[in-house]
């Protein structure tokens, strides 16, 4: 069975840090990626990495604060300097099928944790 487990998140304020991780068990992922839903928002695409070029996409708004990393199993998701507008569940998604990349789009992922609360105060 296919299990994606986040943890790390939790209460910041504003120009604080936190590290996010992600568990996969039950087969390996070529493409892990992080994505985030603030209330009455739509899910969006937040960083993405392939296993086995580490090749790394991040979204526009968190460019230079955050950093991706992973190791077969795991990804892990480092944000620096957080700021309100970060407030959000996290979650963690993997993709399985073909083609390998780093796609943007919620629906291009088939595998999802339950996600994790990121709450930023000013």
């Known amino acids: 069975q296919v299990q994606l487990v986040e943890s790390g998140g939790g209460v910041v304020q504003a120009g604080e840090s936190l590290r996010l991780s992600c568990a996969a068990s039950?087969?390996?992922?070529?493409?892990m990626a992080w994505f985030r839903q603030a209330p009455g928002k739509e899910r969006e695409f937040v960083s993405g990495?392939?296993?086995?070029?580490?090749i790394t996409s991040y979204a526009d708004s968190v460019k230079g604060r955050c950093t991706i990393s992973r190791t077969v199993n795991t990804v892990s998701l480092q944000m620096n300097d957080l700021k309100p507008d970060d407030t959000a569940v996290y979650y963690c998604?993997?993709?399985?099928?073909?083609?390998?990349?780093?796609?943007?789009?919620?629906?291009?992922?088939?595998?999802w944790g339950q996600g994790t609360q990121v709450t930023v105060s000013s």
């Open positions: 998604a993997a993709r399985s099928i073909l083609p390998a990349g780093i796609m943007t789009t919620p629906h291009a992922y088939d595998y």
């Open positions: 039950g087969r390996t992922f070529n493409t």
């Open positions: 990495i392939t296993n086995f070029a580490r």
